[in-house]
């Protein structure tokens, strides 16, 4: 902002910017994030506030995939107060709440939230709308395929021709898992791998098995009477085909690791940190 000033005869131009300790809000660092995206924001998303004043002053910001409780005792004990999930915060995609009023897990989850003034916004579709995909982008590096890249892609690569027991044993290792599921056949050898985070469906992961340069598809999760029993089916068969199961969050969570390093470029004088989820089940 420009203005001009009279002194002594004198006209000064003075230059006023915003000063580094002018206060962030949510919907301030919600509108930056619209203006880095290179899609256009759609009208109907799921990318909204959940919870929480968009219009209070941030003290810092956590990334993570889901905001469960433990992830937002987190966020309080290192002081942020504004979430960015990737996933749903309240048990379904709409994160709908009409059926939960009563529900103490709800009550108590809210009462949290509202307690340490906390703020939650979804970033889902529009992370992965943007180009590069930005949770493609983050798990890609985490899982060191970036080098065998077919062409540049971000679903398929070649990489050094292993088993599928060792492949799924090094994707254990570097996603620091307790278990992996492989559908398939752990003996066989291959060098054909593709990548599809989440849960895109049981139609398009065999639509992708299909394919004639997949042999091995590294993926998020399924359900079983899908994408598992057509693999099944095909190792029966003999055909080379097999599935690695990452799970959904650890098929997706550096995505939100490099979401906080992006928001790191355009969001400044704000600790930004990407909190990790725990596993969420046990394997007894």
Known sequence: MQTKIKLSGFLLLAVFTFSSTTAQTP????????KQVTCPWADETVDTFKAGNPDQKVTGIATCMF????????AVDIGCNFIITHEPVFYNHLDQTDALEDNPVF???IKFIEQNNLVIFRFHDHIHRTQPDGISVGMIEKLN?????VNGS?????????????????????????TVRVIGNPEIKFSKTAFMAGAPGGERQ???????NVE??????ASEWETYLFANDAMQQGKKKAVIFLGHIKS???????????LQTFVKDLPIHFIENQPNFNTL
């Open 27 to 34: 919907q301030n660092i919600v509108d930056q994030i619209k």
């Open 67 to 74: 905001a469960d409780m433990v992830t937002l005792k987190k």
């Open 107 to 109: 009550q108590e989850k």
């Open 145 to 149: 395929l970036k080098p065998f890249s």
């Open 154 to 178: 971000l679903t398929f690569f070649e990489i050094p021709e292993t088993t599928v027991g060792e492949f799924a044993a090094e994707l254990k290792s570097r996603l620091n898992m307790a």
């Open 206 to 212: 065999i639509k992708m098995l299909q394919n004639e």
């Open 216 to 221: 091995v598809l590294i993926a998020g999760e």
């Open 252 to 262: 997706e969570e550096a995505g939100m690791k490099y979401c906080a390093e992006w």
